[in-house]
């Protein structure tokens, strides 16, 4: 799974340098889809940015600079809605006072300033909504597989056994019939020589 990030452009002057390490760090990082977007309570009804985040259904992480608590009703106020989900930088959220399921990652960055530990953690939190699944070889292929072991098995348990009882065939029936040729390996030059040798025996 990708996990959108949304960072809010235009930060303070203290949080220029933060901002720049982030976008530099971000970009093109697997995983983490990267997203720059005005101030969120700048943003009208029909503007670019408000139509990229309705573009989102995903869970997400928002960086701003503002306290989680802030954020998080901004958000609802242009209906990008979610619930605040706790992560290893804000492990204090507990908010699921609606029924939107969507989980959102808030990041105050006036409190985090670290680039490298911030990325850290949003590829930790992409690996976390990563979806593992286990390939069981198409519908009815091991059924299949198991059947066709049988079948198998069971065929060549019957060739054994004609073989085997060709082999025991008493020497008195055996005296009245042709001479047998074994065909029970692949032959080689010299076989195949023999082999065309009784057949002119046999007059065939």
Not at 175 to 180: G, I, K, V, Y
């Amino acid at each position: 799974m990708r996990l959108p990030v949304i960072l809010v452009q235009n930060p303070p002057a203290a949080g220029s340098a933060v901002a720049e390490a982030l976008v530099a760090s971000l970009i093109g990082y697997p995983g983490l889809d990267l997203t720059l977007v005005d101030r969120f309570d700048s943003l009208g009804p029909e503007s670019t940015d408000r139509m990229t985040l309705a573009g989102i259904t995903v869970p997400a992480a928002v960086l701003d600079w503002r306290l989680p608590e802030e954020l998080i009703e901004t958000l609802r106020s242009i209906d990008f809605d979610g619930y605040r989900c706790a992560h290893r930088l804000d492990p204090e959220a507990n908010d699921q006072s609606i029924t939107h399921r969507r989980r959102l990652f808030l990041f105050d960055l006036q409190q985090h300033r670290d680039a490298e530990v911030i990325v850290n953690e949003l590829d930790r939190l992409r690996q976390s909504l990563s979806v593992k699944t286990v390939s069981l070889g198409g519908i009815g292929g091991p059924g299949r597989r198991t059947e066709t072991s049988s079948e198998v098995s069971s065929a060549v348990a019957t060739e054994s056994t004609s073989v085997g009882a060709v082999e025991r065939r008493p020497d008195s029936e055996s005296s009245t019939a042709h001479p047998r040729i074994n065909l029970g390996s692949d032959p080689s030059d010299d076989t195949l020589d023999e082999l065309l040798d009784q057949l002119d025996d046999l007059d065939v």
